[in-house]
């Protein structure tokens, strides 16, 4: 048999070619990256300000109290708020370099960044309570800059740098067992040393300047509520923050 020639209405089978796959996700997830990073990098210029406020708060709470002969330059170090705001210069410092390098936090930063927190916000609260009873004592306390740096301004800002980071570390509840034992070791050793020079820092630790100790003891209590409100609520708003979660990702971590 000849073969069959195709006619002019024969026409050969029709090949569709597949339309390429969307690559839109892939395309737009190096442009949430770099976002995520260009916000977190906003975040280490803000914790490299804070730093250097701290320093700044440091050097000119210092060159204060030497305008007062009488007061022992030495003794500015034993304020619960200079340790702390050490201790927060370092936390600033840390939390920079992480969030110029890395997405998310490491968990041990966060810990620290939480003591550091809770420790510079009661500082604050305390200050401001001392100053507002100070009208009911007979005497004022001024409130240059480098306190109100060091206990208003730095405190505030720390706490919208907690509560607005998303790439903070989740903590567990057992965090709050870290709260109070530096609060603690600070008070006992204040109250020796205090029997020792004649010298407190804060009027409430003063047995001459309280009613009794009981009166102590209640300020005492009340801070301890604070550290551990405090500590609590940055705690919560760890578990709580907003995290952006891959497509597809359906799985929940569980609760600590």
């Known amino acids: 048999m000849g073969a069959q020639a195709s006619g002019p209405g024969r026409t050969g089978p ?14 737009r997830e190096p442009l949430r990256a770099r ?15 804070l730093a250097v406020a701290g320093i700044i708060g440091l050097i000119g709470n210092y060159e204060y109290v030497l305008l007062f002969p009488t007061f022992a330059a030495y003794n500015v170090f034993t304020y ?26 490491p968990q041990w930063l966060d810990l620290f960044r939480a003591l550091v927190t809770t420790y510079i916000l009661v500082s604050g609260i305390v200050f401001l309570t001392i100053v507002i009873q100070s009208s009911s004592r007979d005497y004022t ?27 903070k570390a989740r903590l567990s509840w057992r965090f709050l067992r870290w709260i109070l034992p530096y609060p603690m070791a600070w008070g006992v050793f204040t109250l020796v040393r205090g029997s020792f020079v004649g010298w407190y820092p ?4 003063d047995p001459a300047q309280v009613s ?4 102590t003891v209640l300020y005492c ?31 929940s971590s569980m609760p600590n």
Do not use: C, M
């Open 80 to 105: 619960f708020t200079v340790q702390s705001a050490i201790a927060a210069v370092v936390a600033f410092v840390l939390g920079a370099i992480v969030a110029f390098r890395q997405e998310k936090d």
């Open 14 to 27: 029709t090949v569709r070619e597949s339309s390429p796959p969307r690559e839109e996700p892939q395309a």
């Open 35 to 49: 976002r995520r990073l260009t916000l977190r990098s906003s975040y280490g210029i803000g914790r490299l300000v």
């Open 212 to 215: 009794g100790p009981l009166e």
């Open 202 to 205: 804060y009027f409430f630790l």
């Open 141 to 167: 306390i001024e409130v240059p800059w480098p306190s109100q740096v060091l206990h208003f301004y730095i405190p505030t800002i720390a706490l919208l740098d907690w509560l607005t980071d998303t790439g």
């Open 221 to 251: 209590l009340i801070a301890v509520v604070l550290f551990l409100g405090i500590a609590a609520v940055l705690v919560a708003t760890s578990r709580l923050s907003w995290r952006p979660r891959p497509r597809g990702d359906r799985t």
